[in-house]
């Protein structure tokens, strides 16, 4: 309901990382032990201006190139540069969100109307340049396990439709016949087919998505997932299961329960070698308040 509390969270009145809690020391050496050929995966998309974004999301990059003049009337300018080694340099400027392309969403991007994670309300953490709380500075570097539900092959289809519902039956039946079972502090990532889309036709990939229903979005919660994402521009079935209650689902996990979200994710490569359990790391720069980062996650076997 929204005007159910849903603070303190369960970690403590002042945390500020969520879900993440749930990976230990044990649990990132217990994933390491899953690298055994030593081949990874890279899951994330190529950035540029051209990549299918939501309504008023854009990036922009310019390149510098007035170093080669400039280098030129330095004191000690050599023939065609800097010095004798003739020295030279190009530099980009980059206009963008945080929120484009492969990215990872911090616990200070989503509301339920002026209150994120663990209550704190914009009024009290909004800043000129960001937030003083929740920014992506304050997400840790994540290693852990990750898993890979392979929503298209369990439905037997190369690409799922929009608004396309994940049921923890999907779920249960992906994994039923691998040993795997998903377990606290994982990362879940799905592969639904949709991510084909991507650049082929970015019209059709922002027209809608599938996505993880609203049951198996509080299952994951359950199961103590730290983290999940898709092959999708979002998170959770676009069309939403109530057309009154707009990605609700992305909302719930990241206000509601501190679970983290990446989103346009590359899965394809992990789905055709099917690969289901694997060691999962992603980094990120460290904006201070910034409401996200863009990632190059990769799962390693």
């Given at each position: 309901m929204p005007n159910e509390q849903w603070w303190p969270s369960p970690y403590g009145s002042d945390d500020q990382i969520g879900m993440l809690n749930e990976i230990t020391p044990e649990k990132v050496v217990a994933a390491t032990?899953?690298?055994?050929?030593?081949?990874?995966?890279?899951?994330?998309?190529?950035?540029d201006q051209d990549v299918p974004a939501f309504p008023g999301r854009t990036f922009r990059q310019q390149m510098l190139t007035s170093q080669h003049l400039l280098n030129l009337r330095r004191p000690d300018a050599g023939p065609a540069g800097w010095g004798e080694n003739?020295?030279?340099?190009?530099i980009e400027t980059i206009s963008s969100t945080s929120q484009m392309g492969t990215h990872l969403d911090a616990l200070n991007h989503l509301q339920i109307g002026d209150r994120f994670y663990n209550g704190y309300r914009l009024g009290e953490i909004i800043e000129e340049w960001g937030t003083n709380r929740l920014g992506i500075e304050t997400t840790p570097q994540i290693i852990t396990?990750?898993?890979?539900?392979?929503?298209a092959a369990v439905r037997g289809v190369a690409r799922l439709g929009p608004g396309d519902v994940i049921t923890i039956q999907d779920v249960q039946q992906a994994l039923a016949h691998t040993g795997v079972a998903i377990e606290r502090g994982d990362a879940a990532l799905f592969h639904t087919g949709w991510g084909d889309l991507w650049m082929q036709d970015n019209a059709a990939y922002l027209a809608g998505e599938p996505g993880p229903g609203m049951e198996l979005a509080l299952w994951l919660v359950e199961q103590g997932v730290c983290l999940s994402g898709c092959d999708t521009w979002s998170y959770g079935p676009v069309p939403p299961e109530d057309d009154r209650q707009r990605f609700i689902v992305p909302q719930t996990?990241?206000?509601r329960h501190g679970l983290f979200i990446v989103e346009n994710?590359?899965?394809?490569?992990?789905?055709?070698?099917?690969?289901?359990?694997?060691l999962f790391v992603l980094t990120h720069a460290r904006v201070r308040g910034a409401t996200g980062a863009w990632v190059s996650p990769v799962a390693v076997t």
């Open positions: 032990r899953l690298v055994q050929r030593g081949a990874h995966y890279d899951l994330s998309r190529v950035l003739n020295l030279n340099f190009i396990r990750g898993v890979l539900i392979n929503v996990l990241n206000v994710l590359y899965t394809a490569e992990l789905a055709r070698d099917s690969v289901v359990a694997f």
